[in-house]
């Protein structure tokens, strides 16, 4: 049986990790040195200081979030 594919914000790192040249536990550590902050205020940081497109952005921050939640 095959994989199934990845969903969600995550299916997003494989090309974010090739366009914007860190891996995805780098950026993560990025976003999470910016906290406490609010979603979209990360996603602009991510935008404004990194060149980052914005679904990439947002599907980060996304992830980030969410896990440091758990």
Known sequence: MADAPVKGPSSYFPSIE???GRSIAEWQALVRQNLPGKHMDLVSMLKTDHGMGHGHANALVAHT???AKN
């Open 65 to 67: 979030l969410a896990t």
């Open 18 to 20: 090739k366009k914007y």
